[in-house]
Structures are given as structure tokens and as C-alpha cells.
């Protein structure tokens, strides 16, 4: 015990400001890679190889089994360069995170302008829960969505209610997939979205709730997604759905997206959270899930 704390003493004797600062940046680091891969499949994944790195390191320290270690020995470098390629989801949400911090996440487009174009996705989504046809509205912001919209059917179009609700008409050509706007315009529609990697999402959810959070897990865009079988009005953004909104609940979102208050990346749920879960005497209680 007496030499454990010598050892321990020993350590903290030569620590100084660079060796602390050093500590913390790696723990940072780890920190990140784990909040980040938190609810996906690579959680698996990861198990898998601190079982595999655990098992080598027993095998190799306590048993002399030459010919086990030298296969092991060769195959280590290929699973080191294996790791890239498993974990590329996260690594490519990561680095387009570490491109959208510190920006401001605003629109392009002025407040005489963007207020019409909010008006217009508000009416659509409840005319869509009234008659039960499922909807989903994605809008552009800083990242953009052109690899996607090229999966639909270019429109270029002004933002108006009569051409949102007749494209996702049932049984129509272009009812199928997501409408993308970006600024006033509708710029596709029947486009097809990538669909959430996470595990924590709702097993109940459709494939347009699904589509509405992977969207928004690889951008920063802002979906709104309306149910076909509850006629539920939800908005995504970062991962993460609002459920359950009226009318006036989505129009203070999409307006507080459209014109944020000096706002940056972080801090919005909060003041959405805050905002959707005020009580309303009859109103449904709203939520939000997500990770």
C-alpha cells in the first residue's frame, strides 16, 4: 500500500500545466467520440473491439502462445485500418459538425419574405393532419441538400399552400418522399431521405418520422413531418423530434429557425423545450425525443 502511494505521489510531482492540459484534451476527445457514437450501431461495434483489444492483452500477458500472438501480431494493423471504415457514419457527422461550429445558423432570406413561406408550411401541415395524408417538409439552412434533392423531381417553384397539399395527395406521383425548400422555393419533391441511424428512436415511428431524423442527423436542416395514421405534427432538427404540435406551436418554431435571436448551434432545444411545453388548457401535451 505504502509503494502504491509513493508511485501515486511520484506522478502527481511531475504533472505540471501542459501534462494536466494534455490529460484533458485526450479525455475531451474520448469524451466526443463517445457522446457522438451514443445510440448507434457502432455502440456494438465498439464492444466488440474493446472485447477483442482486452482478450489479446490477456492472451498475449499470461500465455506463451507463440503462434496465437503472431497471428495476432498480423492481423492488428488491418483491424487499426479497418476502424476508419466501420465507424465512417460518425466520423463523417463529426467533421461536418466541426464545420457548422461557431457559425450562425440563419437564413438567407429577409423577414417580409421568410414569414409568408412559414405561413404557408403551418396551413399545409394542418390541412394534412385534418384529412390524415402523411407530409414531409424538409427546409434547407446552411448545409446543403442538393445530393438529395436530385433523388425527386425538380420543381423550382414558389411556396404555396395549394402546391404543398397537392403533392403529398394520396396516390399521387409525387406524394411519396420529402419536399425540400430552400429559401422561398420548393426546390424538389418525392426525394428520397436517409433514414435515422440511431437506436433510441421509437420503434412505432413510420418511415417519414424515420426519414425526418436521419435528414437532420446528417445536416442542419429542419423537418416537418406529419403522421398518416394520427395525423401528429412533428418537427426534427439535430437528431432529435418534437412531437405533437398545434398550429401556433409550429409557427413559433419555424419562426424561431427562420429568424433566430442571435442564436448559434446549441441552446435551441432549451428555448424550443421551453416554448412547446408551456400547458395549454386541451392542448396535448408536446415532447421531445431524440437522443
Known amino acids: 500500500m505504502a509503494?502504491?502511494?509513493?508511485?501515486?505521489?511520484?506522478?502527481?510531482?511531475?504533472?505540471?500545466?501542459?501534462?494536466v492540459l494534455d490529460i484533458l484534451?485526450?479525455?475531451?476527445?474520448?469524451?466526443?467520440?463517445?457522446?457522438?457514437?451514443?445510440?448507434?450501431?457502432?455502440?456494438?461495434?465498439?464492444?466488440?473491439i474493446i472485447f477483442l483489444v482486452?482478450?489479446?492483452a490477456l492472451l498475449t500477458e499470461f500465455l506463451q502462445l507463440r503462434a496465437f500472438s503472431w497471428l495476432l501480431r498480423t492481423a492488428l494493423?488491418?483491424?487499426?485500418?479497418?476502424?476508419?471504415?466501420?465507424?465512417?457514419?460518425?466520423?463523417?457527422?463529426?467533421?461536418?459538425?466541426?464545420?457548422?461550429?461557431?457559425?450562425?445558423?440563419?437564413?438567407?432570406?429577409?423577414?417580409?419574405?421568410?414569414?409568408?413561406?412559414?405561413?404557408?408550411?403551418?396551413?399545409?401541415?394542418?390541412?394534412?393532419?385534418e384529412r390524415r395524408h402523411g407530409g414531409l417538409i424538409v427546409i434547407e439552412r446552411q448545409v446543403g441538400l442538393k445530393n438529395y434533392a436530385d433523388t425527386g423531381v425538380a420543381l423550382d417553384a414558389s411556396v404555396t399552400v395549394e402546391l404543398l397539399v397537392q403533392i403529398f395527395y394520396p396516390n399521387t406521383p409525387l406524394h411519396d418522399g420529402a419536399v425540400i425548400i430552400k429559401g422561398t422555393r420548393v426546390v424538389a419533391a418525392a426525394c428520397v431521405m436517409p433514414l435515422t441511424s440511431s437506436e433510441t428512436a421509437d420503434r412505432q415511428m413510420g418511415l417519414r418520422h424515420r426519414a425526418a431524423l436521419g435528414v437532420t442527423e446528417v445536416s442542419d436542416a429542419v423537418a416537418v413531418v406529419i403522421s398518416e395514421e394520427t395525423g401528429a405534427i412533428s418537427v426534427a432538427h439535430n437528431g432529435r423530434m418534437i412531437q405533437r404540435l398545434d398550429a401556433a406551436r409550429l409557427r413559433h418554431i419555424l419562426a424561431a429557425f427562420y429568424r433566430p435571436r442571435g442564436g448559434v448551434n446549441g441552446g435551441w432545444l432549451r428555448a424550443l423545450r421551453r416554448l412547446v411545453n408551456r400547458p395549454r388548457g386541451g392542448d396535448e401535451t408536446p415532447r421531445v425525443t431524440g437522443d
Open 3 to 19: 509503494d502504491l502511494i509513493e508511485r501515486i505521489a511520484f506522478i502527481f510531482t511531475r504533472l505540471d500545466w501542459l501534462s
Open 77 to 129: 494493423p488491418s483491424l487499426l485500418l479497418a476502424i476508419p471504415v466501420i465507424f465512417a457514419p460518425e466520423i463523417r457527422r463529426a467533421l461536418e459538425r466541426l464545420g457548422r461550429a461557431g457559425t450562425v445558423l440563419t437564413f438567407q432570406t429577409r423577414e417580409a419574405e421568410a414569414q409568408p413561406v412559414i405561413d404557408a408550411i403551418a396551413d399545409t401541415a394542418v390541412r394534412l393532419s
Open 25 to 48: 484534451l485526450v479525455a475531451l476527445v474520448i469524451y466526443s467520440f463517445l457522446a457522438l457514437i451514443r445510440g448507434t450501431q457502432a455502440v456494438v461495434l465498439l464492444r466488440g
Open 54 to 56: 482486452v482478450a489479446i
